[in-house]
Every structure is written in structure tokens, then in C-alpha cells.
Nanobody, 114 residues
Framework: VQLQASGGGLVQAGGSLRLSCKTH????????MAWYRQAPGFQREMVAS???????NYADSVKGRFTISRDNARNMVYLQMNDLKPEDTAVYYC?????????WGRGTLVTVSS
């Protein structure tokens, strides 16, 4: 199983970014997917998740600003991030639980300047 996240970068506060995650090695449409993030000195936290039936869940800190979506035809999961804040600065990871274990992508860095 491989997860390849991309789309991070440097953006000013109030700006937007769209993260993408390409998956390999699983029957993507059957699996729940999630985005996590980890800021320096903090634990990794769940940002957003989407089930195989596209039910969505968000951390309180990003509700109304971030949107998770999936494209089963392309084996992709996305995270649209709007109205970014400096506290959103972190490495963002794509995640799934498959074959009895957690799988993580390499992560993509998002830096929001004030």
C-alpha cells in the first residue's frame, strides 16, 4: 500500500491550498480515508476523514474552512483548505487503515504566514 500526498506549500493567511493523495495497492473505493497533520512540538491530529460511502467528519478547528473529498475512479482523496491560518502550519499526512494496519503517506508541508 502506498499513499502519495502532494500540494503543500507556502501561503499567506487567508489563502487556500488543495492537497491531493494518490493511493496504490488497495481497492480504494472500499476504504475510509483521512487527513492528519502534525505541527512541530505537537502530536499528530486528525483533520478530516471520509468513509467509503463519503460520510465526512472534521476536526472542530477546521470546520467550515476545509473540505475533504474523494474520486474513486482516480484513487484520489483531496483536502481543500480555505481561509488558512498560521495555526494550520503543519505537515499533512494521508491515512488509511487497510489489511489490519495503518498506512501513512510521506506528508506534505503546509506553511501559513501571517
Amino acid at each position: 500500500v502506498q499513499l502519495q500526498a502532494s500540494g503543500g506549500g507556502l501561503v499567506q493567511a487567508g489563502g487556500s491550498l488543495r492537497l491531493s493523495c494518490k493511493t496504490h495497492g488497495i481497492a480504494f473505493k472500499f476504504y475510509n480515508m483521512a487527513w492528519y497533520r502534525q505541527a512541530p512540538g505537537f502530536q499528530r491530529e486528525m483533520v478530516a476523514s471520509i468513509t467509503s460511502s463519503s460520510d465526512k467528519n472534521y476536526a472542530d478547528s477546521v470546520k467550515g474552512r476545509f473540505t475533504i473529498s474523494r474520486d474513486n475512479a482516480r484513487n484520489m482523496v483531496y483536502l481543500q483548505m480555505n481561509d488558512l491560518k498560521p495555526e494550520d502550519t503543519a505537515v499533512y499526512y494521508c491515512n488509511t487503515n487497510a489489511r489490519g494496519q495503518e498506512w501513512w503517506g510521506r506528508g506534505t508541508l503546509v506553511t501559513v504566514s501571517s
